[in-house]
T-cell receptor, first 113, second 111 residues
Framework: GAGVSQTPSNKVTEKGKYVELRCDPI?????LYWYRQSLGQGPEFLIY????????DSGLPNDRFFAVRPEGSVSTLKIQRTERGDSAMYLC???????????FGPGTRLTVT | GQNIDQPTEMTATEGAIVQINCTYQ??????LFWYQQHAGEAPTFLSY??LDGLEEKGRFSSFLSRSKGYSYLLLKELQMKDSASYLC????????????WGAGTKLIIKP
């Protein structure tokens, strides 16, 4: 079946702008994760959804970052007033439940100029 | 605190065997994962260990010793396509079962 998809694959934006990154998980997966990854580093946890609710948002770096999953499927990561330091690969992963293996999407490369 | 250590880079020869080590310090260990990540691509799941011992899956095997806070990923019959980063990740009860990720080991395969 179809894997996790993310759009856009690349996003270039100017400092101070607002961006939305979309994740479409594997059908039936209740767990959804957002990560941020910089070159040469492992993924950095941002937020975890179980169904529609954010079960753990302790990884969001500040209040400029927000994510939703209104119907328990597609999720959107929203970043306000982008800064150059937000430039990274943003990865989404889904899984059949909390703690199980995670299946990653191809990522969105965000560049803030 | 939480800490995961892996070598930054390793080099091996096509057809050979390589062992990638991972040591961890967590207060609520609840399983260890290995992922493979090719440059510019997303990580893909390789293996999962929660009990001590060796889990074998084709050319790849993963070992865990909980008492030593140690795991390794063993790759046999290396192929050029195995050139990638290998990420160790630990699930931690004290962190709401989120995965704590190592920085990854970049494996370079030479002919």
């Amino acid at each position: 079946g179809a894997g996790v998809s993310q759009t856009p694959s690349n996003k270039v934006t100017e400092k101070g702008k607002y961006v939305e990154l979309r994740c479409d998980p594997i059908s039936g997966h209740t767990a959804l994760y957002w990560y941020r990854q910089s070159l040469g580093q492992g993924p950095e946890f941002l937020i975890y959804f179980q169904g529609t609710g954010a079960a753990d948002d302790s990884g969001l770096p500040n209040d400029r970052f927000f994510a939703v999953r209104p119907e328990g499927s597609v999720s959107t990561l929203k970043i306000q007033r982008t800064e150059r330091g937000d430039s990274a690969m943003y990865l989404c992963a889904s899984g059949p439940g909390q703690g199980n293996e995670q299946y990653f999407g191809p990522g969105t490369r965000l560049t803030v100029t | 605190g939480q800490n995961i250590d892996q070598p930054t880079e390793m080099t091996a020869t096509e057809g050979a065997i390589v062992q990638i080590n991972c040591t961890y310090q967590t207060s609520g260990f609840n399983g260890l994962f290995w992922y493979q990540q090719h440059a510019g691509e997303a990580p893909t799941f390789l293996s999962y260990n929660v009990l001590d011992g060796l889990e074998e899956k084709g050319r790849f095997s993963s070992f865990l010793s909980r008492s030593k806070g140690y795991s390794y990923l063993l790759l046999k019959e290396l192929q050029m396509k195995d050139s990638a980063s290998y990420l160790c990740a630990v699930r931690d009860r004290k962190s709401n079962y989120q995965l704590i990720w190592g920085a990854g080991t970049k494996l370079i395969i030479k002919p």
